[in-house]
């Protein structure tokens, strides 16, 4: 048990629509990250909140956002979908004493 | 930036044989290693983590060796079974920077 929890689990977009996906963790998780997953692939960095601010950004272009609330839940919005975003989206947590950095089960998303 | 490594896209075993895995890594400023399993359709476990001011650290079954010298970090897994079979990934994140690079990851094929 991570202490990680995303939704939706799967999810089909059309190309151009918006999506928003989600996560929460346990309370103490300060930093979330959100990773990019293509199938065959590593997973890449897409950005990272530490108390609510954006603290550091990857290769990912602006429609990518995101957005992490008092409670420890984070949201993933991206607008325009292409079909290159196709992919498995992570949430990542990392407690407030750098503990080590655990991961959600993911949200797959398909964009047709 | 980061690159990160891994020797071998797919590594096979019979059960009950040690596996070592393999990962190279090029930045010097590289502060944090973690291994992650990851099964199909679900999101990276933490299998085990290692600091920079350690060459070794054991597990449950399992060993991570770091060789800062040649930047070249391994995990090893003892008595081999079917449950290890995977994609392992190596991560490494460096110091001021919170995010995780990943390689490209090795399959694990356990035989019986």
């Known amino acids: 048990e991570t202490g990680v929890t995303q939704s939706p689990t799967h999810l089909i977009k059309t190309r151009g629509q918006q999506v928003t996906l989600r996560c929460s963790s346990q309370?103490?998780?300060?930093?979330v990250s959100w990773y990019q997953q293509a199938l065959g692939q590593g997973p890449q960095f897409i950005f990272q909140?530490?108390?609510?601010?954006?603290?550091g950004r990857g290769n990912f272009p602006p429609r990518f956002s995101g957005l992490q609330f008092p409670n420890y839940s984070s949201e993933l919005n991206v607008n325009a979908l292409e079909l290159d975003d196709s992919a498995l989206y992570l949430c990542?947590?990392?407690?407030?004493?750098?503990?080590?950095?655990?991961f959600g089960e993911g949200s797959w998303l398909t964009v047709v | 930036g980061e690159s990160v490594g891994l020797h071998l896209p797919t590594l096979s075993v019979q059960e009950g044989d040690n596996s070592i895995i393999n990962c190279a890594y090029s930045?010097?400023?590289?502060?944090?290693f973690i291994w992650y399993k990851q099964e199909s359709g679900k999101g990276p476990q933490f299998i085990i983590d290692?600091?920079?001011?350690?060459d070794k650290r054991q597990g449950q079954r399992v060993t991570v060796l770091l060789n800062k010298t040649v930047k070249h970090l391994s995990l090893q897994i003892a008595a081999t079974q079917p449950g290890d079979s995977a994609v392992y990934f190596c991560?490494?994140?460096?110091?001021?920077?919170?995010?995780?690079?990943f390689g490209s990851g090795t399959r694990l094929q356990v035989q019986p």
């Open positions: 930045n010097s400023a590289s502060d944090y």
């Open positions: 309370s103490g998780h300060n930093t």
């Open positions: 290692i600091r920079s001011n350690m």
């Open positions: 990542a947590a990392e407690g407030a004493s750098g503990n080590t950095i655990y």
């Open positions: 909140y530490y108390r609510e601010e954006e603290n």
């Open positions: 991560a490494v994140i460096d110091t001021g920077r919170r995010a995780l690079t």
